[in-house]
């Protein structure tokens, strides 16, 4: 930057989501936020089109909770993101998952990434609420 402040920017991270889109991942952040499984689940799989082999609740739950909230050990069972993956596929494979709600999905996780690497275990759900619950407002 001209005063010699480091600026990045990286235009990988970018993607429209439309008005409909915005409610339906709204109205998770919401559920997650308020630790809502059942709603958590439905909008998950009925809203965002999440589907599974076995459409089993506990690993649907889980990984709502893991790609839009949070990576706590209720969630991951303890165990690493690469063994928690191997676990969740295991039990119940990924047959489906909705383009429009990957990237903020990620954002979650990169999100959270940084904050453990200052040792924050963050909700993402408790910080995106407000944010959440103006647009159910708007809309």
């Known amino acids: 930057m001209p005063d010699g402040r480091l600026g990045l920017i ?3 991270q970018v993607k429209h989501i439309s008005p409909e889109t915005r409610k339906i991942y709204a109205r998770l952040i919401k559920a997650l936020a308020e ?13 965002m089109q999440y589907r599974t082999k ?18 706590t050990p209720d969630i991951t069972g303890g165990l ?24 903020a999905g990620r954002v979650a996780v990169l999100l959270r990434a940084v904050g453990n690497a200052f040792q924050l275990n963050l909700r993402v759900s408790e910080h995106w609420l407000p944010f959440a619950e103006r647009v159910l407002a708007e809309h």
Do not use: T
């Open 10 to 12: 990286d235009y990988g």
């Open 35 to 47: 630790d809502n499984r059942e709603e958590i689940i439905r909008v998950f799989c009925q809203e």
């Open 54 to 71: 076995n459409m089993n609740p506990e690993i649907l739950y889980k990984m709502a909770c893991f790609w839009n909230d949070r990576d």
């Open 80 to 103: 690493n993101v690469q063994q928690f993956f191997e676990s969740c596929e295991r039990a119940d494979p990924v047959q489906h998952i909705s383009e429009d709600f990957v990237m």
